[in-house]
């Protein structure tokens, strides 16, 4: 059998045509990030009052999910008080429908009790917020609820990991009206409702859970704003039953590669 | 018309290779992102305590981390780290079960879902058409079958949906309200998975709530794991076999 010339060029063209659409598919750059520079300014507005801020605390009411093993997404609520006064104090009151928790910070040290177990973990600490933040979550897995909004810079970490962004405009919660921000990184997206009028403080956080089962949902509505000069020592301290049995932090370490 | 034969299955052979190689790292990226989301994705649970946080993580996205010791200098713990890593393994395979058949039980409800939606989005244009005055090319029905889709719609959002469409044009870089072409970006969608369950799901009253957790075992002792109490091996205690350690931590 012979081919004729025109069927060699018609193949080639065909292969070329092929591996030139493949090759130009795999080497397709990534697409830059759609951050939106309003909404980055107006959270940037938030973490300055936050991050300036000598001492705060806020009121909180929670809404949480958990995606059951059987794929039937289940809702809880709670409530928290949080109190933070720089360089090194914070204490979080938290109690929801499957449990609370209380913690305080000071003098280089956190307490972390279960009133339900009647149990509480004390270890020393750094002496900032951030590092104290930074090292708990790292050596004990702990983390404490809103406590991005703990940070001298709030804003660092989620425009570190936000891959998209857009100001949603002027909407409500509970009768205050606030700039409504969304982000969304990998693997969550997250929304932030801004004082509009006043100080720039979060009076509503939303953070989807994206890629989980489920997309579980966390929303936490603030209000009770207050920027004293000073909060007493006292809310900082301890306050544990006598009864109270102390136990420790499993510590966490990374598996080598 | 052998030689045109050949030449046609010459030809299909290359547009599938090069179809492949298209694929092939779009496919790649997407099995890597859910085996490393399929690793991570139970570590939430107990009373909600840790979460809340969207840029700060007690977990590096980057890293696995697996616990091995207590943090106490003057409490040393050899069995701990090796006793939850058994609890660890067996809890994640009997999730991973789980979420493998919730998989499989979404896809299902997507399914349905969609052929739901698309039955509704038929009987709302035929409807409006039908009040444009019976027309089957009204341009009133149509527009009638689109207002009636944006009335559906925002019932179906919520309420809180409406807001901004009464407000002024959105910024002009907000891919939000006016996404870019490749939105949403690659591997935004890893959830919904395809398909949600049919309901009820099969397994519905299999679920304990944490307020059942089981006793520890003796010799166990409580620890916090992060901010949840969960109960391990006490210092010098002989590490439990796979098959006797505990489903899961105990938790409130």
């Given amino acids: 059998m012979i081919f004729r010339p025109a069927f060699y060029r018609t193949l080639l063209a065909i292969f070329l045509l092929t591996a030139s659409w493949g090759s130009a598919a795999m080497a397709e750059p990534a697409k830059p990030p759609a951050l939106d520079p309003a909404a980055d300014k107006l959270f940037g507005n938030m973490c300055e009052a936050l991050g300036s801020a000598n001492a705060f605390s806020f009121h909180a009411e929670v809404l949480f999910e958990q995606v059951l093993p059987s794929a039937v997404k289940v809702q809880y609520a709670g409530a928290m008080d949080f109190s933070l006064q720089r360089p090194g104090e914070l204490a979080v009151n938290y109690r929801s429908d499957t449990g609370a928790k209380e913690l305080w910070y000071g003098d280089g040290k956190l307490t972390l009790f279960d009133p339900r177990y009647d149990m509480y973990a004390t270890i020393a600490v750094p002496g900032t917020i951030d590092a104290m933040l930074d090292e708990v979550a790292q050596k004990q897995g702990l983390t404490m609820p809103l406590s991005d909004l703990a940070f001298s810079n709030p804003c660092v970490r989620p425009r570190k990991i936000a891959i998209y962004s857009g100001y949603m405009g002027v909407n409500d919660v509970n009768g205050v009206p606030c700039d409504h921000l969304a982000f969304s990184s990998a693997d969550n997206d997250f929304q932030i409702w801004v004082q509009h009028s006043g100080k720039p403080v979060p009076r509503k956080i939303v953070i989807n859970h994206r890629t989980e089962p489920g997309s579980p949902e966390y929303i936490a509505v603030l209000s009770d704003w207050k920027f004293p000069a000073e909060i007493s020592a006292t809310r900082f301290q301890p306050d544990l039953p006598r009864d109270a049995k102390r136990i420790e932090f499993l510590k966490v370490k990374e598996s080598k590669p | ?252």
């Fill in chain 2, 1 to 252: 018309m052998k030689v045109r034969t050949r030449f046609a299955s010459v030809a299909a052979i290359l547009i599938v290779t090069g179809t492949a190689l298209v694929c092939v790292p779009a496919a790649q990226a997407q099995w890597d992102r859910q085996r490393f989301n399929e690793s991570d994705r139970f570590r939430r649970g107990g009373d909600g305590f840790d979460r809340g946080n969207f840029g700060h993580s007690r977990f590096d996205e980057s890293r696995r981390r697996e616990p091995t010791s207590t943090s106490s200098s003057s409490q040393t713990h050899p069995n701990a780290g090796k006793d939850y890593q058994a609890y660890t393994q067996n809890k994640n395979a009997e999730q991973q079960a789980r979420y493998n058949e919730m998989n499989t039980l979404q896809e299902n409800q997507e399914n349905t879902e969609k052929q739901m939606h698309n039955e509704t989005m038929n009987t709302i244009n035929n409807t409006a058409g039908d009040w444009g005055g019976g027309s089957s090319d009204s341009s009133t029905g149509e527009a009638l079958g689109a207002a009636a889709l944006g009335v559906v719609g925002g019932m179906a959002l919520g309420s809180m949906m409406n807001k901004p469409q009464q407000q002024s044009a959105p910024p002009a870089q907000n891919p939000y309200a006016a996404p870019p072409a490749y939105y949403p970006p690659p591997g935004y969608g890893a959830y919904p998975p395809a398909g949600y369950p049919a309901y009820p799901p099969p397994n519905y009253g299999a679920y304990r709530p944490p307020a059942y957790a089981e006793a520890p075992p003796p010799g166990y002792q409580p620890y916090y794991n992060g901010s949840q109490v969960v109960y391990a091996p006490a210092p010098g205690a002989a590490a439990p076999s796979a098959a006797s350690a505990p489903g899961a931590p105990s938790q409130p």
